[in-house]
């Protein structure tokens, strides 16, 4: 079945330094959300990409949709101690349910 | 708004018991989805209900059955439960505004341990 994959698992870094998430799908994605998840919390909407090759930025975070819908990533500057949680990516297929991929946790220390 | 809200926060089952986790959403949205999140596994569907009326199996329905009640409640119940089923429950659901724009919104999420 379609799968999300993402990488890393887990990332750790010191605050200022950047972070990047990938995702990979072995389908073509009509689009891809964003979520993030705090310690103990519920999953958060971020954003979501649509078109082919498409870049979004929200202050320090920028996503990218991949050429041919099937990657993307999301890329944090100078990361703070707020930016801790899992961040997941959800793609889906046309007419499917959405498909979330099994998260990368930042940790991040001062 | 309260957005979306799950009851209970918490529940201790044993192995067999019955259990039902209530869902419901205040924002009119038309689907609805229930996910259990396990370390390292990520969100995985269960069920999702798209409209009132209609209720389709996720990637991991066995041992789970949904009741789509009204547009704002959308159930999930455990018959018999099982150690495997421990996890943490979130609800979600999401709007219509156009065929590729529906973010999700979440609960809180129950937290049940099955003995």
């Known amino acids: 079945g379609q799968q999300v994959m993402q990488i890393p698992q887990y990332q750790h870094v010191q605050e200022g330094e950047d972070f990047t998430t990938y995702c990979n799908s072995s389908?073509?994605?009509?689009?891809i959300q964003w979520y993030k998840q705090r310690p103990g919390g519920h999953p958060v909407f971020l954003i979501q990409?649509?078109?082919?090759?498409e870049v979004k930025k929200q202050k320090r975070l920028t996503f990218q949709f991949g050429e041919a819908k099937k990657n993307s990533s999301l890329h944090i500057t100078a990361t703070q101690t707020t930016d801790v949680g899992t961040y997941f990516c959800?793609?889906?297929?046309?007419?499917?349910?959405?498909?979330f991929g099994k998260g990368t946790t930042l940790s991040v220390s001062s | 708004n309260a957005g979306v809200t799950q009851t209970p926060k918490f529940q201790v089952l044993k192995t067999g018991q019955s259990m039902t986790l209530q869902c419901a959403q205040d924002m009119n949205h038309n689907s609805m989805y229930w996910y259990r999140q396990d370390p390292g596994m990520g969100l995985r569907l269960i069920y999702y209900s798209a409209s009132e009326g209609t209720t389709d199996k996720g990637e991991v329905p066995n041992g789970y059955n949904v009741s789509r009640l009204n547009k704002r409640e959308f159930s999930l119940r455990l018959e018999s439960a099982a150690p495997s089923q421990t996890s943490v429950y979130f609800c979600?659901?999401?709007?219509?505004?156009?065929?590729?724009?529906?973010?999700?919104?979440f609960g809180p999420g129950t937290r049940l341990t099955v003995l």
């Open positions: 389908t073509t994605l009509s689009n």
């Open positions: 959800a793609g889906r297929v046309a007419g499917t349910a959405l498909i």
């Open positions: 990409l649509v078109k082919s090759g």
């Open positions: 979600a659901s999401s709007g219509n505004r156009g065929r590729s724009y529906n973010e999700q919104f």
